[in-house]
């Protein structure tokens, strides 16, 4: 008779302590931002590392259990096996509860049955407040999973969608990127295509051009088809994260539910079962609540760090593994070349209009003279200097953005011998070589500040920022709504189970004694022999 009760006790008090765990792994979380000492280590840290900054370093500052849990220092970096562990160790107590939970509930649970079946009467005492305790407590537990459900579902709703939209934008920033080096690659294609009055662009401008469109295709094909891949990849985990917490959450709900019912109504036999169920996923849910701890853990370190990022972006930090800035050096001279090619299509043109459009030639000069008469043709203002610094436009020289425009007033009409029949200094194949040239020159120059933002890293600088301060926020709030739903969801069941073994046997008892004692008797503490 002891039996029961003893394991009842036991199981109360290892509930308590169990509980009186989970706090504790919050405070020590607390502990790792505003410690002292974190200051004192942060200098060291900087000087340990050298040149390498080290991201986040106040709330990494966490034990590593794969070094004698002592401090650890590293900051954010995802490939040390250190902070991984330092990061997993926050949701040990998580584990260790699951482990503990799943172990001495199951031995409760078999000690219970042997104890069930091995005696034939069991002794009957019943308690009028230990029954009205063990229903108050149940009712109070089972309202509690239910709200912790709640918070489960509403959390993973709002957890998937500000997961994937961080996720979009990321692709979207990707793709942006990718496809305005396909563009730039386009246009330098264009440009060695272009001949005006028969001249081309210089050879080993064209090698160039060849060379540098070779790696802007393939960091484009890399970029957009990588981020794909790891966005359809991270999408799925997403998914399955999302199914696997709607079932442990609908599953939780409906087993506090009907355990609750059925053991109102005494169904002990469908309670067992329960109690069986009740024990994996309880189990379950533990372990989940510490992953998504963890999780929590990792995304509000990446936040912290991102920031520190952008606060900081020349230095080597270990968040160039995530997203590395783009090869300065390639971005720089992507730049340059994409100038010089500007650059030359604009002397290339003005040297036409100066030496064959704005000279009227005797007509025996063939090829040059085709009846040009009239205006001057102005020349189109050269946005660079030749070292490629940037110049102003000279007075009378018309923009690369409108001379499209503003040299149609010069097109003059031919006849079938290709001659100017009207006043104009520009023949329309002349005209027509120019635009393409311009188009191609104009095109080039609206890409020069994404190279900029490219070697400089503003770009990254721009994601992570965005990332920082429009989808951290969500993903913090949401990582951390899912495990406490998760971690009052498992408590709440947790005690449910033992609640549902307490009253299951009060509530036999108040109809043994209703049954086999005179009325008045109820109330009597203690066991009395059938
Ligand atoms: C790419 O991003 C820049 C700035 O972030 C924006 O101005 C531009 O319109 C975007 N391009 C595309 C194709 O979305
Ligand atoms: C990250 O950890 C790896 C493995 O320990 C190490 O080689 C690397 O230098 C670290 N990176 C940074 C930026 O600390
Ligand atoms: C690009 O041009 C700048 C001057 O405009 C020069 O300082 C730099 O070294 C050049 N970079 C490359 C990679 O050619
Ligand atoms: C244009 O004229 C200038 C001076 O008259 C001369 O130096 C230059 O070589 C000419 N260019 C072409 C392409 O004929
Ligand atoms: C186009 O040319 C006109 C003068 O012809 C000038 O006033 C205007 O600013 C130019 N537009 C651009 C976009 O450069
Ligand atoms: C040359 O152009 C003028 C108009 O500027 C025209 O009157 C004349 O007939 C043209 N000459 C030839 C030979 O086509
Ligand atoms: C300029 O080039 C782009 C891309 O090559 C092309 O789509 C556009 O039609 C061109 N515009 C003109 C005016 O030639």
Same mark, same amino acid.
């Given at each position: 008779m002891l039996c029961f009760r003893a394991t009842q006790?036991?199981?109360?008090? =290892? /509930?308590?302590? /169990?509980? &009186?765990?989970?706090p504790f792994?919050?405070? +020590?979380?607390?502990?790792?931002?505003?410690?002292?000492?974190?200051? /004192?280590?942060?200098?060291?840290?900087?000087?340990?590392?050298?040149?390498?900054?080290?991201?986040?370093?106040?709330?990494?500052?966490?034990?590593?259990? !794969?070094?004698?849990?002592?401090?650890?220092? $590293? $900051?954010?970096?995802?490939?040390?096996?250190h902070y991984l562990a330092s990061v997993a160790n926050t949701a040990a107590p998580f584990f260790v509860i699951a482990?503990?939970?799943?172990?001495?509930?199951? =031995?409760?649970?078999?000690?219970?049955?042997?104890? +069930?079946?091995?005696?034939?009467?069991e002794p009957y005492g019943y308690s009028r407040i230990a029954y009205a305790l063990s229903l108050i407590f149940l009712i109070l537990f089972t309202i509690a999973a239910a709200i912790g459900c709640a918070?489960?579902?509403? $959390? @993973?709703?709002?957890?998937?969608?500000?997961?994937?939209?961080? /996720?979009?934008?990321?692709?979207? @920033?990707?793709?942006?990127? &990718?496809?305005? !080096?396909?563009?730039?690659?386009?246009?330098?294609?264009?440009?060695?295509? #272009?001949?005006v009055a028969q001249v081309l662009l210089p050879d080993e401008l @064209?090698?160039? #051009?060849?060379?540098?469109? $070779?790696?802007?295709?393939?960091?484009?094909?890399? %970029?957009? +088809?990588?981020?794909?891949?790891?966005?359809?990849?991270?999408?799925?985990?997403?998914e399955s994260v999302r199914l696997a917490l709607f079932i442990v959450a609908a599953a939780m709900l409906v087993l506090a539910l009907l355990g609750f019912v059925l053991s109102f109504f005494g169904m002990q036999f469908l309670v067992n079962l329960l109690l069986f169920i009740g024990w994996i996923l309880v189990t379950a849910t533990f372990i989940l609540g510490g992953v998504f701890l963890l999780l929590h853990n990792v995304t509000g370190d990446t936040c912290v760090a991102m920031y520190q990022w952008t606060q900081h972006p020349t230095e080597h930090t270990a968040l160039?593994?995530?997203?590395?800035?783009?090869?300065?050096?390639?971005?720089?001279?992507? %730049?340059?070349?994409?100038?010089?090619?500007?650059?030359?299509?604009?002397?290339?043109?003005?040297?036409?209009?100066?030496?064959? +459009?704005?000279?009227?030639?005797?007509?025996?000069?063939?090829?040059l003279y085709y009846n040009q008469s009239g205006p001057l043709v102005p020349s189109l203002c050269n946005p660079y200097y030749p070292d490629l610094t940037d110049r102003i436009c000279a007075p009378g020289e018309v923009d690369l953005g409108n001379a499209t425009e503003v040299w149609s007033g010069y097109v003059c009409q031919v006849s079938p011998q290709g001659i100017c029949v009207t006043t104009g200094r520009l023949n329309p194949t002349m005209y027509g070589q120019m635009t393409a040239a311009i188009n191609v020159s104009y095109g080039l120059g609206r890409f020069g500040p994404f190279f900029v933002d490219l070697a400089d890293c503003t770009f990254v600088r721009q994601t992570f920022s965005d990332i920082d301060a429009k989808y951290c926020p969500g993903l913090q709030r949401y990582s951390e709504r899912i495990y406490v739903g998760l971690v009052i969801v498992a408590i709440a069941v947790m005690f449910s189970l033992v609640l549902w073994l307490i009253y299951g046997r009060e509530r036999r008892h108040r109809i043994h004694t209703k049954e086999h004692a005179p009325r008045g008797v109820e109330g009597f503490e203690g066991d009395k022999k059938n």
């Open positions: 006790f036991s199981l109360l008090t =290892l /509930l308590l302590l /169990l509980v &009186s765990f989970i792994s919050f405070s +020590s979380r607390e502990d790792a931002e505003g410690n002292n000492g974190v200051v /004192l280590s942060w200098g060291r840290t900087e000087r340990l590392l050298a040149d390498i900054m080290v991201l986040a370093p106040k709330r990494t500052y966490r034990k590593d259990p !794969l070094n004698d849990f002592k401090m650890y220092e $590293g $900051g954010l970096n995802i490939s040390n096996r482990a503990i939970w799943f172990i001495v509930f199951g =031995l409760s649970l078999t000690l219970i049955y042997i104890c +069930s079946c091995c005696r034939r009467k918070v489960l579902f509403t $959390g @993973q709703a709002r957890f998937r969608s500000s997961t994937l939209n961080t /996720l979009d934008y990321i692709v979207h @920033q990707a793709d942006n990127t &990718s496809e305005n !080096l396909r563009s730039v690659s386009d246009y330098l294609s264009a440009a060695k295509n #272009i001949n @064209q090698t160039d #051009i060849d060379n540098i469109r $070779g790696t802007l295709d393939s960091t484009a094909r890399t %970029l957009s +088809s990588k981020t794909r891949d790891n966005s359809e990849r991270i999408k799925n985990i997403i160039d593994d995530i997203l590395p800035c783009v090869d300065k050096a390639s971005a720089q001279e992507s %730049l340059n070349k994409s100038k010089e090619v500007t650059l030359q299509i604009v002397n290339q043109i003005n040297t036409v209009i100066s030496n064959v +459009s704005n000279i009227n030639f005797a007509p025996n000069f063939v090829p």
